[in-house]
């Protein structure tokens, strides 16, 4: 079974310019989750949909972060204009249902570097 | 509100057997997960634990719950180097969405 498909894997762009990463949740998963994961905060968890709709973006850091997910198979994390400061790794996550009942499965990540 | 604590690194020999520690906070956690991140990838579930249960075993993995003391245990019996990676602790009420801990790094030398 295919898993949690995330792409890029690997992205480097000059602060300013806009940035978009994009997934693809397990088929029949209908919840998804956005996490950023650096050396000095660990994971953190930027939002959450369920059945599409955004339930919690209390983690999404600042007005230039903004997800969106159009249909139960694609979700993207966008970030504009970008800055150094927003380099990490940036994992998506899916799961059955999204009240921690069922564990998540997580993409490869996007390893986000901006000059 | 909820908090997960791990230690930050371990080391240990190959063929040693590795304990991870985790404390949590939240008295009302149904689900107890360990997760393990190899280099370069995401978050793999290993296991995970109920909370009406003590211990779990799977193959060489060992999961040990103390609800009183709200301390959870990973046990890796006959370390590998395979097993190098991050572990990561998570738990849930049920109600919310999963809270992870900031991972530990276990380390395996010859």
């Known amino acids: 079974d295919a898993g949690v498909i995330q792409s890029p894997r690997h992205e480097v762009t000059e602060m300013g310019q806009e940035v978009t990463l994009r997934c693809k949740p397990i088929s029949g998963h209908n919840s998804l989750f956005w996490y950023r994961q650096t050396m000095m905060r660990g994971l953190e968890l930027l939002i959450y949909f369920n059945n599409n709709v955004p339930i919690d973006d209390s983690g999404m850091p600042e007005d230039r972060f903004s997800a969106k997910m159009p249909n139960a198979s694609f979700s993207t994390l966008k970030i504009q204009p970008s800055e150094p400061r927003d380099s990490a790794v940036y994992f998506c996550?899916?799961?059955?249902?999204?009240?921690?009942?069922?564990?998540?499965?997580f993409g490869d990540g996007t390893r986000l570097s901006i000059l | 509100g909820e908090d997960v604590e791990q230690s930050l690194f371990l080391s240990v020999r190959e063929g040693d057997s590795s304990v991870i520690n985790c404390t949590y906070t939240?008295?009302?956690?149904?689900?107890l997960y360990w997760y393990k991140q190899e280099p370069g990838a995401g978050l793999q579930l290993l296991t995970y634990i109920f909370s009406n249960m003590d211990m779990k075993q799977d193959q060489r993995l060992t999961v040990l719950l103390n609800k009183k003391d709200k301390h959870l245990s990973l046990r890796i019996a006959d370390t590998q180097t395979g097993d190098s990676a991050i572990y990561f602790c998570a738990e849930s009420t049920g109600s919310y969405i999963p809270t992870f801990g900031r991972g530990t790094s276990l380390i395996v030398h010859p």
């Open positions: 939240d008295s009302s956690s149904t689900y």
């Open positions: 996550a899916s799961s059955l249902a999204g009240d921690g009942n069922q564990p998540q499965h």
